[in-house]
């Protein structure tokens, strides 16, 4: 929840920390609390960043199934621990009637771009760059134009480069998507 950070209150406005950074709590089953080998799995407390699309492929690893490999994306959008899963990139966009925004954290440095619309605190390229690591609360934008928010972008558009690739490799000739279902899709925001 943002409660007045960067002039936003509540949350689904922004992709500053207040409203992304979450914690995720996991206890396992008793029946799941053993590491291979038998020994009792030690709890772990993960600082870094966790994406929701790995908790699927985690889970999925925790009942001894395994995930179909296209629920993981390649490196460096991939997490770099599985068990329990982290990354040190990681991708998040938002997508209202208002603001389509992306961020990319890549280690301690996140970048906020705007694609469309009109956010507070963007520059005007669309994009600023933290370093959360220094200044947690967002406050000091290092150039949105700099070297390393034009690398951060970069990998960020060749994220939604792969992002478009899923989405035509879904959607093809052999499976067309009906009518109704288009319909009822895009009425979903999709």
């Known amino acids: 929840e943002e409660f007045g950070e960067h002039a936003f209150f509540g949350h689904g406005e922004s992709l500053y920390e207040a409203a992304v ?24 407390v ?3 960043p966790v994406s929701q ?5 985690w889970i999925l690893s925790l009942v001894g199934v395994k995930a179909d490999p296209r ?15 982290a990354r040190t990139t990681l991708v998040m966009e938002l997508d209202t009637e208002r603001n389509q925004l992306s961020a990319l954290r890549d280690g301690a440095l996140k970048l906020i771009h705007l694609a469309a619309g009109k956010s507070p605190g963007l520059t005007t390229d669309g994009s600023v760059l933290f370093d959360i690591a220094q200044d947690a609360s967002e406050s000091v934008d290092l150039g949105g134009a700099s070297a390393d928010a034009q690398q951060r972008l970069t990998l960020l558009q060749a994220f939604h480069h792969l992002g478009q690739r899923a989405r035509a490799d879904c959607v093809s000739a052999e499976h067309p998507i009906d009518a109704e ?7 979903l925001g999709y």
């Open 21 to 44: 950074r979450v914690p995720l709590i996991a206890r396992l089953p008793e029946r799941l609390a053993a590491a291979p080998g038998g020994a009792r799995r030690q709890p772990a």
């Open 46 to 48: 993960l600082d870094g």
């Open 53 to 57: 699309v790995d908790y699927a492929p």
């Open 71 to 85: 629920m993981s994306a390649p490196a460096p959008f991939g997490p770099t621990r599985a068990d329990p899963p």
């Open 181 to 187: 279902t288009h319909e009822s899709l895009q009425q």
